[in-house]
């Protein structure tokens, strides 16, 4: 089953470098976006948290550009490669939220929060270190808005 490959990411190329950045817009496959959210080598973790943000904000407004029926035959294929709790009919049951076009916000974050941890090198390794409490906190405080 195919569906329409409206999906696309605009990307800045040689930002990081001071080399000026040039703009591009592309629609990738699905194994592009899976190797350009994934890559490690070229920046930092949270560059890459945030790339992954992307590619699933690109999902996103791709879906609502889906009539409902496509997206329920959607639905349906995704529920049978992953492993969830949620049923068909859960899933049916969200469908409205984006289909149609209806406005949809999504608010994306990451843990540790910005200013809530601290680097440090253990057994020779850097690692970020969280102020777990603090975290904890602004989870309930992002999960509850």
Do not use: H
């Not at 001071?18 to 496959?29: D, E, K, L, V, Y």
């Not at 959607?74 to 049978?80: G, N, Q």
């Not at 680097?119 to 020779?124: E, L, M, P, S």
Request: glycine share 8%; hydrophobic share 40%; aromatic share 6%.
């Amino acid at each position: 089953m195919s569906y329409p490959a409206s999906a696309t990411l605009a990307i800045s190329a040689g930002a990081e470098s001071g080399t000026g950045a040039q703009r591009r817009i592309f629609s990738p496959s699905g194994k592009q976006a899976l190797s350009y959210s994934r890559i490690r080598k070229i920046d930092s973790d949270f560059q890459r948290a945030g790339r992954q943000q992307k590619v699933l904000q690109a999902m996103l407004e791709s879906a609502k550009q889906m009539n409902f029926f496509t997206m329920a035959r959607l639905a349906w294929t995704c529920l049978r490669e992953v492993r969830t709790d949620l049923t068909l009919g859960d899933l049916n049951a969200l469908l409205p939220l984006a289909a149609g076009g209806r406005e949809t916000n999504i608010s994306m974050g990451r843990v540790p929060f910005d200013g809530v941890y601290e680097d440090a090198t253990i057994d020779g390794m850097q690692v970020l270190r969280p102020d777990l409490e603090r975290n904890r906190t602004l989870i309930r405080r992002f999960l509850s808005n």
